[in-house]
C-alpha cells in the first residue's frame, strides 16, 4: 500500500458506492459524500430529478446506473462500471432495502426469496465485488444498513429481519477477515426513520411508535447519515465488526 493510496478516504477524495442512492436516505448520503469531496457512485431501478440533477451538477464526480438488487449480474456489472470510471473503490455503504410486511404463514414463497435476495444476497454480492477492489486499491470502509428489526422482534417483519440480522452478522465475520486488508466493515442499526419506506405508517401506529421512543419522535435520514459518516471517516479508524443503533432510545 503507497501513502497515497492509504490516504484516499481519510482525505474525503476516495470513491464512495452508495446502493438505492436516489431517495430518502441513500440520497442524503450522496449528497453529503459529495459535499465533503467523495467521488460517488450509485444505483437504483430508476432514475428521477435528482439523479439527472447530480450527474449535470457533478459530471466528473458523480456516476448512477440503472441496477435491480434482485439480480446480482446487474450488481457485479455496476462494480466493474465503477472500477471503469473511478478506478477504485474506498467506502461502500450497502443502503438499499426493500421492505414487505405480512404475517410469516401467509407470506409466498416467491416473497421470501425476494425478501431474501434483496436485503441479503445483493449486499453480500456487492460487498464481495467490491472488497476485491478495495484490497487492490490498499484498504477501505464497509458500512451496512441494517435495522432495529434485526435485534428486536416485530410481528409481520419477520424474513426481512432476518436478512437484516445477516447483514450485522456479515459484518463482523469480514471484519475479522478484512481487517488484515485494512478494511473495516460496521453496521449501523436504525430504528423508524422518516423516508418514503416509512411514508405509509398509518397516524395509530405512528403515535405508538413515538410513544414507545424515549425521545418522542421518529428519526430522520440526516441523524442515520451522521452515524454512517462517521463510521466511514477516520474519527472511527479503530472501529470494526461492531452494529451502531441509532433509534432514539426505543430499544433500549
Ligand atoms: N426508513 C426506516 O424507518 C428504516 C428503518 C430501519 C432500517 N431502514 C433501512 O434503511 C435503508 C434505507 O431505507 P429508506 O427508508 O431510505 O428506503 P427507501 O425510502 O425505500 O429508498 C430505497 C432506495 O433503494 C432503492 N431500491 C429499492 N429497491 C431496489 C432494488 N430492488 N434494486 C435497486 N435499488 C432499489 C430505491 O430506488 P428505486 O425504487 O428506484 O429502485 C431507493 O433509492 C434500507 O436498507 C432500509 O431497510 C429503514
Not at 428486536?152 to 419477520?158: P, T
Not at 426481512?160 to 485494512?182: C, I, P, Q, T, V
Request: hydrophobic share 45%; charged share 20%.
Amino acid at each position: 500500500m503507497t501513502e497515497d493510496q492509504a490516504d484516499m478516504p481519510r482525505d474525503g477524495h476516495g470513491v464512495a458506492v452508495v446502493s438505492g442512492g436516489s431517495r430518502s436516505l441513500g440520497r442524503v448520503l450522496v449528497e453529503r459524500l459529495l459535499a465533503e469531496g467523495w467521488r460517488v457512485a450509485t444505483f437504483s431501478r430508476t432514475g428521477n430529478e435528482f439523479i439527472e440533477q447530480t450527474a449535470l451538477k457533478h459530471p466528473d464526480t458523480f456516476y448512477w446506473e440503472a441496477a435491480d438488487l434482485g439480480d446480482p449480474q446487474n450488481l457485479r456489472d455496476f462494480s466493474r462500471s465503477v472500477a471503469r470510471r473511478f478506478g477504485r473503490v474506498d467506502l461502500l455503504i450497502n443502503n438499499a432495502g426493500v421492505l414487505h410486511q405480512e404475517l410469516f404463514l401467509t407470506t409466498a414463497a416467491k416473497q421470501i426469496e425476494t425478501l431474501i435476495g434483496n436485503n441479503l444476497l445483493a449486499p453480500i454480492v456487492l460487498t464481495q465485488a467490491c472488497a476485491r477492489l478495495m484490497v487492490r486499491g490498499g484498504g477501505g470502509v464497509v458500512v451496512n444498513i441494517s435495522s432495529i428489526n434485526a435485534i428486536r422482534g416485530y410481528r409481520g417483519v419477520a424474513v426481512y429481519a432476518a436478512a437484516k440480522a445477516g447483514m450485522d452478522s456479515l459484518a463482523r465475520g469480514l471484519a475479522r477477515e478484512l481487517g488484515a486488508f485494512n478494511i473495516r466493515v460496521n453496521s449501523v442499526v436504525p430504528g423508524f426513520f422518516e423516508s418514503d419506506m416509512t411514508a405509509n405508517v398509518t397516524a395509530v401506529n405512528r403515535e405508538r411508535i413515538q410513544h414507545r421512543t424515549p425521545l418522542g419522535r421518529l428519526g430522520t435520514a440526516e441523524e442515520i447519515a451522521d452515524a454512517v459518516l462517521f463510521l466511514a471517516s477516520p474519527r472511527a479508524g479503530f472501529v470494526t465488526g461492531q452494529s451502531l443503533v441509532i433509534d432514539g432510545g426505543i430499544t433500549c
